[in-house]
């Protein structure tokens, strides 16, 4: 998008994942191609979240590995969750029912207890921050709300709605919400006006008899309208009531010191939970370059690094004789850049023209995501730019790492 950052504190941004009141998540990679989600958050992250942050144990969260400012923006750097999310699953392959749902309720539970222990209220939990990654349930989009921001409307607990600030019952009243949502595949708050939801928020007890017994009790108490009558996330069904799961430790852990670069390992609880199969969250850079490549010609893939790295070197390239410039356009790895001209008046009108239209790369993140091409740099010897930990560009202030994680 215009005016999006390049890059941030040695982070290269291949575009954004989402938008929202909260701020902008970015698909990013480190200078050795790892994956990152990158969230520019709309408030501020304060020095008490950047210190919380470091105690949180990855248990069903996408685990914090960088906090900090970069020119005067700040950012948020998590491992990025592989999966879609479960609106999307529960759209596709219908609502969740049995072992299934428990384990999505261990997981999600498991989740909010260890953000509480911390300190830390999530205050989005919505099914579209619930990712079904090889992992299993992976909780994402933990940062900042941005001030007087209310979140998703229709997954707000009542005393948020009328002005209180979200703590950690509005999370278990989300809690609820979403497990209804996913053992129905209705938002159980939905209006067809926000004065529609903010009366069925504030009145209306929505239907539980599609949850089975064991959760049908606990939903009911989580969806009260009276905050303090709902249980805490540790009265929520963790993993010693499901057979899917194992019992953690009240006080999390901190984090491992490294971590997969496609996101967080199995976890105990709810680990059996895939992605519903042939249901995938959003492909790579790495991985659209490859299939473009491998669609061309062999006389098209010989040239396509070498015109790649002049065009990511700022050199104009003049002439497509063999269509790779055309190719690589079209399927949006390159974009057309053109210099505005001052508008002048003409006795036709005001004019505004465009001139020195070409070609660009769409983002400098593509030399770091697709390995292919950070080869052929390497082989050139202009080596992607120093992945994080080393020089740190100008502008960019100290930020606190968790060793080892990237």
């Not at 921001?149 to 948020?160: C, F, K, N």
């Not at 994080?388 to 080892?404: Q, Y």
Request: charge should be negative; aromatic fraction near 4%.
């Amino acid at each position: 998008m215009p005016g999006d950052p390049e890059s941030l504190a040695g982070y290269w941004l291949a575009g954004r994942l989402g938008a929202g009141v909260r701020g902008v998540v970015y698909d990013a990679y480190d200078g050795e191609g790892r994956r990152f989600a990158v969230k520019v958050p709309r408030g501020e992250v304060t020095e008490q979240l950047g210190e919380a942050v470091w105690r949180v144990a990855p248990h069903h969260l996408a685990r914090v590995v960088a906090v900090g400012v970069d020119r005067s923006v700040p950012y948020i750097v998590s491992e990025f969750a592989e999966g879609p999310d479960l609106r999307q699953a529960v759209a596709v392959h219908g609502p969740y029912t049995g072992t299934e749902l428990d384990a999505l309720a261990g997981a999600l539970a498991t989740a909010l207890r260890t953000l509480h222990a911390v300190g830390i209220a999530h205050r989005d939990l919505r099914p579209e921050n619930v990712l079904l990654s090889p992992g299993g349930p992976t909780l994402i989009d933990l940062g900042v709300a941005a001030p007087g921001s209310l979140g998703t409307r229709t997954y707000l607990a009542p005393e948020v709605v009328t002005g209180r600030r979200a703590g950690p019952a509005a999370d278990v009243f989300a809690w609820g919400a979403v497990l209804l949502f996913a053992a129905t595949g209705r938002d159980p708050f939905h209006g067809d006006s926000p004065g529609g939801v903010m009366h069925r928020l504030l009145a209306v007890d929505p239907e539980l008899d599609e949850l089975p017994g064991r959760l049908r009790e606990l939903v009911g108490r989580a969806l009260s309208k009276d905050a303090t009558a709902r249980p805490t996330a540790t009265d929520l069904p963790l993993c010693a009531e499901l057979p899917l799961c194992a019992e953690l430790p009240d006080t999390p852990e901190p984090p491992a010191t490294s971590g997969s670069p496609g996101g967080p390992e199995p976890q105990g609880c709810a680990a059996g939970l895939r992605p519903p199969g042939g249901l995938a969250g959003p492909r790579s850079l790495g991985e659209v370059a490859e299939e473009v490549y491998a669609s061309l010609t062999p006389r098209q893939r010989e040239e396509t690094p070498v015109l790649l790295l002049r065009l990511l070197d700022g050199e104009a390239v003049a002439g497509d004789e063999h269509g790779v410039l055309a190719r690589l356009t079209d399927a949006g790895l390159l974009v057309r850049q053109s210099v505005r001209v001052e508008p002048r008046q003409t006795a036709a009108g005001k004019l505004v023209a465009i001139a020195g239209d070409g070609v660009v790369p769409a983002c400098a993140a593509l030399v770091h995501a697709w390995p292919r091409l950070r080869a052929s740099a390497d082989e050139r010897r202009i080596g992607p730019t120093p992945a994080p930990g080393g020089t740190r560009p100008p502008g960019v202030a100290a930020e606190r790492r968790i060793p080892g994680a990237a």
